[in-house]
């Protein structure tokens, strides 16, 4: 899950965002970009910006899912050094019907985040799903889901301006 971010500087650059949508989308109506990926889209092809803090917002918070295929667990049982698969997985994932999940501590946090020193103990073999944040779906479904998206995330709307193309790669990856 995702814990809020409270900082008004952090929402300067998605403020913006939303303004300079709102001049290239006026005239439509809200029925207009309900759930039409296509013209949903077409508010971020100037691109987005977005870079890691490694504030671990991502990481913890409410309880979720962080979605791992077969390949993603063996990556993580090798880099933990876990030769026996199965040994891992009862440790650290968990059935969700027939979807696979990051075990989490009960409070949320996911399972290999090192709540001390606030980061990611697999980051270099970490899932796809944390790869590609924050360009999901549900975070690119419009212009106010990134709003929302930059509240919670202090990368989100700073940094690196990524563009339509490299947004639609990671979109791609994984559908959340």
Do not use: M
Request: aromatic residues 10%.
């Amino acid at each position: 899950g995702l814990a809020l971010a409270n900082s008004k500087n952090q929402l300067a650059p998605c403020i913006k965002l939303e303004d300079k949508v709102s001049r290239r989308n006026k005239g439509k109506t809200k029925s207009d970009d309900s759930n039409n990926h296509k013209t949903a889209k077409l508010w971020y092809t100037d691109g987005l910006k977005f870079s890691c803090t490694q504030c671990g917002n991502c990481c913890t918070g409410a309880p979720g899912y962080v979605w791992v295929n077969k390949r993603e667990i063996e990556s993580l049982a090798a880099a933990l050094g876990f030769a026996d698969i199965d040994k891992f997985e009862r440790k650290f994932v968990r059935q969700i019907g027939i979807r696979k999940s990051l075990v989490e501590f009960p409070n949320g946090d996911c399972v290999f985040f090192d709540s001390d020193n606030r980061q990611c103990t697999v980051y270099q073999q970490r899932p796809r799903q944390c790869r590609t944040w924050p360009f999901w779906d549900s975070n690119l479904s419009s212009p106010q889901r990134w709003e929302e998206t930059c509240k919670q995330c202090p990368g989100s709307g700073k940094g690196k301006l990524y563009s339509l193309q490299q947004i639609e790669t990671q979109r791609a990856v994984l559908k959340i």
